[in-house]
């Protein structure tokens, strides 16, 4: 699923009082299942040039170019690229949990959402809720995240009251947050299948190449002055002496119970052992008579 921008929607309403807030809305639909990441926004981008520990110190939050991104935009449009990046962070790391870690994860943040636990009583049920599945690191993880998702909702509610400006520096704060602690969970590239298959190939060519070179010296040192005559006549000749080197060596790549069968193959179609197989040229009979 692709996130959807614009989720957040504020909706203010008639008042003489000064000091009450507006109300919020804050609507996210997401199929977890099927969720995707989108391309990187400009703010992600701007956020990933420099890590937090390269992050220079600027006099002022007004300085930095997260803060100078957001305050160009209206507060809607502002929060809703804060989200976008709180939602991303929270489906990476969903997508590091077992199917039935998920669900439980998916409860707790819903279960905050709704409830915005501000007891410590709550706050320590929550906490004890994520000890049972995560470890610390993820619990740390996800703890960043909740509290950057907490900053959007504060800035939106006192926008009009404290000024944009502040509420952007809010909107800053939660960026801060956000991309605090350990990073390692957050990689977007999931390998797929079919790369996971490569490299598994890869690897075992490697374990397999000693035993291709030891096939190819035999297949050169025992064939005859004018070359094999097929190649089962050359599967036949070194078979026996390939099982002796894996057994003296203790081979473990190929086995010895598959040796028969992986080196068929091999000398039929693998490049390196094949290429070695000099079949013998016959002159092609002469059909014609005197």
């Known amino acids: ?149 907490s900053s959007i909702s504060l800035a939106i509610a006192n926008h009009q009251i404290l000024g944009t400006n502040t509420a952007i520096k809010i909107l800053f704060g939660g960026l801060y947050t956000l991309y605090l602690g350990d990073q390692r969970f957050f990689n977007e590239k999931i390998k797929t299948r079919s790369e996971v298959a490569s490299e598994g190939g890869f690897a075992r060519n490697e374990h397999y190449l000693a035993i291709k070179q030891k096939a190819c010296e035999l297949l050169n040192t025992l064939a005859p002055q004018e070359g094999w005559s097929q190649e089962l006549d050359a599967y036949k000749a070194i078979l026996p002496e390939i099982k002796k080197h894996i057994t003296k060596n203790n081979i473990r790549r190929p086995a010895l119970t598959s040796i028969e069968k992986t080196l068929r193959r091999w000398i039929k179609n693998d490049p390196i052992v094949s290429a070695a197989v000099k079949i013998a040229q016959f002159p092609a009979p002469n059909c014609l008579t005197d």
């Open 1 to 149: 699923m692709q996130i959807q921008r614009n989720k957040i929607k504020i909706t203010t309403r008639t008042t003489n009082n000064l000091e009450a807030l507006n109300h919020t809305f804050i609507n996210i639909s997401l199929d977890f299942d099927n969720w995707v990441a989108t391309p990187k926004s400009q703010l992600e981008l701007i956020i990933e040039q420099s890590t937090s520990t390269e992050k220079p110190f600027l006099p002022s939050l007004e300085d930095y170019p997260e803060y100078k991104h957001l305050i160009r935009l209206n507060i809607e449009n502002a929060a809703n690229e804060v989200l976008e990046l709180v939602i991303k962070r929270y489906m990476l790391l969903r997508r590091t949990l077992s199917h039935e870690n998920k669900i439980n994860l998916d409860k707790i943040l819903k279960e905050y959402v709704e409830t915005r636990p501000q007891r410590k009583e709550d706050k320590d049920e929550l906490k004890n809720k994520l000890t049972s599945f995560l470890g610390k690191e993820k619990i740390a993880a996800f703890q960043h995240i909740k509290n950057a998702y």
